[in-house]
């Protein structure tokens, strides 16, 4: 089966760096989403690995390793604009369902 | 270029009742899913269709049902409504083949069952 961890909650202050952990049990592996949720809103795409290694992009880093089941989403120079919710996903199969953790919920405070 | 959008927007209904969400692609996506997203949790797959026809299933009952037009475009029927399916409903698409069949997920309607 599929199963995806992920803390309930973090707080960071502004400018700082937070680190969002996610771990998963899959019964096979088709890459690792990250989408960004604010309340009330769609989540919109902010990664996809499939190789293990840091991908950076801009502000965003996401990690992968798939021996371990583990990935983590890294956002640097925290803005008050990046509290949100952060989803991690895994697809069951290729071009299918995605799994969703239950999200992080980041509060930046000022 | 037009994102994914669905509608209404909110909606409230009676326990009993039955309700129809509506989902337009993403421009060029072949492909529909249907969430949902209960408070302070992850979505949740209900079921996604392409050519016209549901090709996975999630965990729920038939009481919810869907279709997918010619165009593209996707309906959620739920029947017999529930407390418990009050939640945001979102549709995301997504195009057969592409990078890790990303999806594209639109702003969701918000359904409150009274």
């Known amino acids: 089966g599929q199963n995806i961890d992920q803390p309930t909650e973090m707080t960071a202050t502004e400018g700082a760096i937070v680190q969002i952990n996610c771990t998963y049990q899959?019964?096979?592996?088709?890459?690792l989403f990250w989408y960004q949720q604010h309340a009330g809103e769609a989540p919109t795409f902010l990664s996809y690995n499939v190789l293990d290694g840091l991908e950076e992009k801009g502000r965003f880093s996401s990690f992968l390793s798939r021996s371990k089941g583990y990935s983590y989403l890294l956002l640097k120079e925290l803005q008050m604009k990046d509290s949100a919710s952060y989803l991690c996903?895994?697809?069951?199969?290729?071009?299918?369902?995605?799994?969703f953790g239950q999200g992080t919920e980041l509060s930046v405070k000022p | 270029d037009a994102g994914v959008t669905q509608s209404p927007t909110h909606l409230i209904k009676t326990r009993g009742q039955q309700v129809t969400l509506r989902c337009s692609p993403k421009?060029?996506?072949?492909?529909v899913s249907w969430y949902q997203q209960a408070l302070g949790q992850g979505p949740q797959f209900i079921f996604q269709?392409?050519?016209?026809?549901?090709?996975q299933r999630g965990n729920f009952p038939d009481r919810f049902s869907g279709h997918q037009f010619p165009n593209y475009s996707s309906e959620l029927n739920v029947n017999a409504l529930l407390l418990g399916d009050s939640a945001l409903y979102l549709c995301a698409s997504s195009l057969v083949g592409s990078p890790g069949d990303e999806q594209y997920f639109g702003p969701g309607t918000r359904l409150t069952v009274t």
């Open positions: 269709y392409y050519e016209e026809e549901e090709r």
């Open positions: 899959t019964s096979g592996f088709n890459g």
């Open positions: 996903a895994v697809p069951y199969n290729q071009g299918g369902k995605l799994i």
């Open positions: 421009s060029g996506h072949d492909t």
